[in-house]
Nanobody, 124 residues
């Protein structure tokens, strides 16, 4: 599975961005997907995850109620809608995929495939 993340940019605090992750490969619509982020001088951390069917979603505590993960399997694309952005959301955001038809994962080590990352910068 090959992953391409896009949609990052510079936004003011309180604003919104939508990240997209386009997947290609034979089973890309059957992979549970996740978003992680790495802030400056911090380890990469979990943001959100979605099951392969899209029926189950999971969020890190710091983004609950502000971010929404979704997927369009017809387009092999996963989205991360980010609202009410804060300066502490500034990070490189990575999308990742788990093996086909597996459960959703909350840990970085559960993911086999990674995109290249997209920078999100939130100014105060």
């Amino acid at each position: 599975v090959q992953l391409q993340a896009s949609g990052g940019g510079l936004v003011q605090a309180g604003g919104s961005l939508r990240l997209s992750c386009s997947a290609s490969g034979r089973t890309s619509s059957s992979n549970p997907m996740g978003w992680f982020r790495r802030a400056p001088r911090k380890a990469r951390g979990f943001v959100a995850a979605i099951s392969w069917s899209g029926g189950d979603t999971y969020y890190g505590d710091s983004v609950k109620g502000r971010f929404t993960i979704s997927r369009d399997n017809a387009k092999n694309t996963v989205y991360l809608q980010m609202n009410s952005l804060k300066p502490e959301d500034t990070a490189v955001y990575y999308c990742a995929a788990r093996p086909p038809f597996s459960g959703a994962g909350l840990q970085e080590g559960a993911y086999n495939y990674w995109g290249q990352g997209t920078q999100v910068t939130v100014s105060s």
